[in-house]
């Protein structure tokens, strides 16, 4: 299961660096131009341009920036630019359609000019590292589908282990509840609303589960613990699921054709929202996507900082201005950036703004504006980070949030530092809102997306 994928093709990526040109595209050369460009390398893809009669780009100078050479689709013109790579002191010659390029630390040799008598040998095709550890060009689609399914188990068992402390709440005190009990009556039932209650998933969800056993027990449905925890289990799943079909569940929502996907993160001052940024920002580029963070908390001193030794662990570029800057300007300058650089994804960082500030709610919503004005439909995501441990308090803020930001999904931090993780059926429930990810550790890769069904198995697991 992809991190974040609102892409529509298939995920897994293939250059076709091996496939013959198509003998269709190909155009007949002229005289002059047959002696003056030798015979494209076979092993180019069929989408590498052909010779046309426009004026050919200008040249470009050779790059080598190490790795094995391997010959690339001509995709971009103009001058390359090297990076922490070397520019030999060569020629430049007509060489328009068979230059040195670089990319990712492979690059591909122009085929010297043919000679009259003396047979050309062609370039022989070579695997960069780049190619084979992270597009897995060398792998079928069983074995990427494989890993994919073995890395979903990893995330599933490191999710359960995360919730381990509600679900000793929660399973076990049920357990306990039953223990020297043979039939459900009253006194238990209200021993298992203080188990529920406990585990912070909210008196409104706890009565109305408590329903559901009592008509349960009533058609002589539930009749042992088994029974019970089952009916328990389908409630919590129902609750999450309804909660899946508003706000937004899913970047797939969005069509592909805006861009940049636009995310603005808020939430109160410690509650993880820089380090939710900076997970988000890793696992959204591991995915394939060019992100790029907005640093629009020019309100307290330390935020940007915080958020530059992010960005620089990661390798994802930061907008950010002085302390005290219009937040709405530094958000207008990062979408100009975005949009400049292509890139995919822009998280925006606000300040940890507290719900009884009107001011500051006055602000977020100036950068909506702004937002919506650059980017048709921006934010296309707005995510408020809420720290599990704080339970019921975390609640009363997403009201408030709700009211004036437009919160359209949940990201649960810290969730296993707490026997409460019961707060997310809670919020589900009574907001209607999606838990979209849940910060499970404090690596860069333990922020995972929330699914219902994992979360639902492992408090009863």
Same mark, same amino acid.
């Given at each position: 299961?992809?991190?974040?994928?609102?892409?529509?093709?298939?995920?897994?990526?293939?250059?076709?660096?091996?496939?013959?040109?198509?003998?269709?595209?190909?155009?007949?050369?002229?005289?002059?131009?047959? =002696?003056?460009?030798?015979?494209?390398?076979?092993?180019?893809?069929?989408?590498?341009?052909?010779?046309?009669?426009?004026?050919? %780009?200008?040249?470009?100078? %050779?790059?080598?920036?190490?790795?094995?050479?391997?010959?690339?689709?001509?995709?971009?013109?103009?001058?390359?630019?090297?990076?922490?790579?070397?520019?030999?002191?060569?020629?430049?010659?007509?060489?328009?359609?068979?230059?040195?390029?670089?990319? $990712?630390?492979?690059?591909?040799?122009?085929?010297?000019?043919?000679? %009259?008598?003396?047979?050309?040998?062609?370039?022989?095709?070579?695997?960069?590292?780049?190619?084979?550890?992270?597009?897995?060009?060398?792998?079928?689609?069983?074995?990427? =589908?494989?890993?994919?399914?073995?890395?979903?188990?990893?995330?599933?068992?490191?999710?359960?282990?995360?919730?381990?402390?509600?679900?000793?709440?929660?399973?076990?005190?049920?357990?306990?509840?039953?223990?020297?009990?043979?039939?459900?009556?009253?006194?238990?039932?209200?021993?298992?609303?203080?188990?529920?209650?406990?585990?912070?998933?909210?008196?409104?969800?706890?009565?109305?589960?408590?329903?559901?056993?009592?008509?349960?027990?009533?058609?002589?449905?539930?009749?042992?613990?088994?029974?019970?925890?089952?009916?328990?289990?389908?409630?919590?799943?129902?609750?999450?699921?309804?909660?899946?079909?508003?706000?937004?569940?899913?970047?797939?929502?969005?069509?592909?054709?805006?861009?940049?996907?636009?995310?603005?993160?808020?939430?109160?001052?410690?509650?993880?929202?820089?380090?939710?940024?900076?997970?988000?920002?890793?696992?959204? &580029?591991?995915?394939?996507?060019?992100?790029?963070?907005?640093?629009?908390?020019?309100?307290?001193?330390?935020?940007?900082?915080?958020?530059?030794?992010?960005?620089?662990?990661? $390798?994802?570029?930061?907008?950010?201005?002085? =302390?005290?800057?219009?937040?709405?300007?530094?958000?207008?300058?990062?979408?100009?950036?975005?949009?400049?650089?292509?890139?995919?994804?822009?998280?925006?960082?606000?300040?940890?703004?507290?719900?009884?500030?009107?001011?500051?709610?006055?602000?977020?919503? &100036?950068?909506?504006?702004?937002?919506?004005?650059?980017?048709?439909?921006?934010?296309?995501?707005?995510?408020?980070?809420?720290?599990?441990?704080?339970?019921?308090?975390?609640?009363?803020?997403?009201?408030?949030?709700?009211?004036?930001?437009?919160?359209?999904?949940?990201?649960?931090?810290?969730?296993?530092?707490?026997?409460?993780?019961?707060?997310?059926?809670?919020?589900?429930?009574?907001?209607?809102?999606?838990?979209?990810?849940?910060?499970?550790?404090?690596?860069?890769?333990?922020?995972?997306?929330?699914?219902?069904?994992?979360?639902?198995? $492992?408090?009863?697991?």
């Amino acid at each position: 299961m992809a991190f974040w994928r609102r892409k529509k093709e298939d995920r897994y990526i293939t250059l076709g660096l091996n496939e013959p040109l198509a003998s269709a595209e190909k155009e007949p050369a002229t005289s002059d131009e047959a =002696q003056a460009q030798p015979e494209p390398p076979a092993n180019l893809s069929a989408t590498t341009p052909t010779a046309t009669v426009t004026p050919a %780009p200008p040249p470009l100078e %050779p790059i080598v920036m190490g790795g094995a050479p391997t010959p690339l689709p001509q995709e971009r013109t103009g001058n390359a630019t090297a990076i922490g790579g070397t520019t030999p002191d060569t020629p430049r010659a007509e060489e328009s359609a068979s230059s040195t390029t670089a990319t $990712g630390g492979a690059s591909r040799v122009a085929p010297e000019p043919a000679q %009259p008598g003396v047979a050309q040998q062609r370039p022989v095709p070579s695997r960069s590292s780049f190619s084979n550890s992270i597009l897995g060009l060398d792998r079928s689609l069983e074995d990427l =589908q494989a890993e994919e399914a073995a890395l979903e188990r990893t995330f599933e068992k490191r999710f359960k282990n995360a919730i381990a402390a509600t679900r000793e709440s929660l399973s076990d005190r049920i357990d306990t509840v039953f223990q020297s009990r043979k039939k459900i009556d009253a006194e238990l039932l209200d021993e298992l609303e203080e188990v529920l209650i406990a585990a912070d998933i909210g008196v409104p969800t706890t009565l109305e589960i408590l329903e559901t056993v009592r008509r349960g027990i009533t058609r002589k449905e539930i009749n042992d613990i088994e029974a019970l925890k089952a009916a328990i289990k389908n409630q919590l799943l129902a609750i999450l699921r309804a909660s899946a079909e508003k706000g937004v569940a899913a970047e797939t929502n969005v069509p592909e054709n805006i861009s940049p996907y636009v995310m603005m993160i808020v939430g109160v001052n410690g509650v993880g929202k820089t380090t939710t940024i900076g997970k988000l920002a890793q696992r959204i &580029k591991a995915e394939g996507n060019d992100v790029l963070i907005c640093a629009a908390d020019t309100f307290r001193a330390a935020a940007s900082d915080q958020l530059a030794i992010w960005a620089e662990r990661t $390798g994802v570029p930061l907008i950010q201005q002085k =302390q005290g800057t219009d937040p709405a300007a530094v958000l207008f300058d990062s979408l100009k950036a975005a949009k400049a650089r292509n890139s995919d994804v822009l998280i925006v960082d606000t300040a940890g703004r507290l719900h009884n500030k009107s001011n500051l709610m006055a602000e977020l919503e &100036k950068m909506k504006r702004v937002a919506g004005r650059e980017v048709e439909g921006a934010p296309h995501e707005t995510l408020l980070v809420i720290d599990a441990v704080t339970g019921q308090n975390g609640l009363e803020q997403a009201r408030q949030f709700l009211k004036v930001a437009g919160v359209t999904g949940i990201v649960l931090t810290k969730l296993d530092g707490t026997a409460k993780g019961g707060i997310a059926v809670a919020i589900s429930k009574e907001l209607g809102l999606p838990i979209r990810y849940a910060g499970i550790g404090e690596k860069v890769d333990d922020l995972v997306v929330f699914n219902a069904e994992h979360y639902v198995d $492992g408090l009863f697991a």
